[in-house]
């Protein structure tokens, strides 16, 4: 169990994409509260300092590691040379403060922060399109791994990789070096079940996000066809042990497989309705008290 740690994503008190969801908490509140939760390791978000030595002193002054952080891609619309450009000095800020992986997210043609139907999202045009898509991301993963950092795709709702299909497919047209990261949230509002993506792709998650869902608003927001925002901001999100996704057997799918690396707590949630401390509090004492029970066993 020494080899799994408990992180969490700053979205808990303020969210980047809709600064009306705890716009007004600062950087150091949520690291504060964080640290007396209990959580070890913190990602990146907006409020964060922009050098490497800032992270590591804003981060230093609470004892807290960083996870990982967000790195918004363009490699659907840019040459690798292009993206490597891009997101060499994000590589750098991570491999400096210790991170290990860096949460690759396709913003090309997203439609994650737009009031637009989900079924809207952007999809490739056919198999020519995916190949050449996923042999960029392989040279791209190929850098970043020449730097200290695995590259952990992230499948996001509004992208071009969202659906159980569309990970499988990536997966399948990618080598080992493109690692993915594991979200239960969105896979599940993706359509699929996550226990079993887990299983099928145990062997490239280098990452984990746990964010549970609440399945009764999922389900209208697939017959409303809303927007990610309007999931968001309607509570089709929230942390583990508040929701309907079965975290204890995702758990002992990753044990099974020998993981090591972070879980992170997850939930785009409106603070003013989901107190942040309360629910990073509740996420945490779920996740702790699946692995010392595991621990116990």
Same mark, same amino acid.
């Given at each position: 169990?020494?080899?799994?740690?408990?992180?969490? /994503?700053?979205?808990?008190?303020?969210?980047?994409?809709?600064?009306?969801? =705890?716009?007004?908490?600062?950087?150091? %509140?949520?690291?504060?509260?964080?640290?007396?939760?209990?959580?070890?390791?913190?990602?990146? /978000? =907006?409020?964060? *300092?922009?050098?490497?030595?800032?992270?590591?002193?804003?981060?230093?002054?609470?004892?807290?590691?960083?996870?990982?952080?967000?790195?918004? =891609?363009?490699?659907?619309?840019?040459? !690798?040379?292009?993206?490597? &450009?891009?997101?060499?000095?994000?590589?750098?800020?991570?491999?400096?403060?210790?991170?290990?992986?860096?949460?690759? =997210?396709?913003?090309?043609?997203?439609?994650?922060?737009?009031?637009?139907?989900?079924?809207?999202?952007?999809?490739?045009?056919?198999?020519?399109?995916?190949?050449?898509?996923?042999?960029?991301?392989?040279?791209?993963?190929?850098? %970043?791994?020449?730097?200290?950092?695995?590259?952990?795709?992230?499948?996001?709702?509004?992208?071009? +990789?969202?659906?159980?299909? &569309?990970?499988?497919?990536?997966? %399948?047209?990618?080598?080992?070096?493109?690692?993915?990261l594991f979200d239960s949230g969105h896979c599940y509002m993706g359509g699929g079940d996550p226990l079993q993506?887990?299983? %099928?792709? !145990?062997?490239?998650?280098?990452?984990?996000?746990?964010? &549970? !869902?609440?399945?009764?608003?999922?389900?209208?927001?697939?017959?409303?066809?809303?927007?990610?925002?309007?999931?968001? +901001?309607?509570?089709?999100?929230?942390? *583990?042990?508040?929701?309907?996704?079965?975290?204890?057997?995702?758990?002992d799918a990753l044990l099974a497989r020998d993981y090591k690396g972070w879980l992170v707590v997850e939930a785009?949630? &409106?603070?003013? !309705?989901?107190p942040s401390y309360a629910y990073a509090q509740k996420g945490y004492e779920t996740l702790r008290r699946l692995?010392?029970?595991?621990?116990?066993?």
């Amino acid at each position: 169990m020494s080899a799994i740690r408990i992180g969490i /994503n700053p979205i808990s008190w303020s969210n980047d994409d809709l600064p009306a969801l =705890g716009g007004e908490t600062s950087l150091e %509140t949520a690291l504060s509260e964080g640290k007396a939760i209990g959580y070890e390791g913190f990602e990146l /978000n =907006g409020k964060f *300092p922009r050098t490497a030595q800032g992270v590591s002193d804003v981060l230093g002054a609470h004892d807290l590691a960083l996870v990982s952080g967000w790195y918004s =891609g363009l490699l659907a619309h840019r040459s !690798v040379a292009e993206e490597i &450009d891009a997101i060499a000095s994000h590589v750098q800020l991570l491999s400096s403060n210790g991170a290990k992986v860096l949460v690759y =997210g396709e913003t090309a043609d997203s439609i994650q922060g737009q009031a637009v139907a989900l079924a809207e999202r952007p999809r490739f045009a056919g198999a020519q399109d995916w190949q050449a898509y996923a042999h960029k991301l392989d040279e791209l993963a190929r850098f %970043t791994l020449s730097q200290g950092v695995r590259l952990a795709y992230h499948p996001h709702m509004g992208a071009y +990789v969202q659906s159980p299909e &569309d990970i499988d497919r990536l997966m %399948t047209l990618t080598g080992v070096e493109v690692g993915l990261l594991f979200d239960s949230g969105h896979c599940y509002m993706g359509g699929g079940d996550p226990l079993q993506m887990l299983r %099928t792709h !145990v062997e490239r998650i280098c990452h984990v996000h746990f964010k &549970d !869902v609440r399945a009764p608003v999922v389900q209208m927001a697939r017959n409303e066809r809303w927007s990610f925002p309007d999931c968001i +901001v309607n509570g089709t999100f929230t942390v *583990p042990g508040d929701g309907d996704i079965d975290f204890a057997a995702l758990l002992d799918a990753l044990l099974a497989r020998d993981y090591k690396g972070w879980l992170v707590v997850e939930a785009e949630q &409106d603070p003013a !309705v989901a107190p942040s401390y309360a629910y990073a509090q509740k996420g945490y004492e779920t996740l702790r008290r699946l692995l010392e029970e595991r621990s116990r066993a």
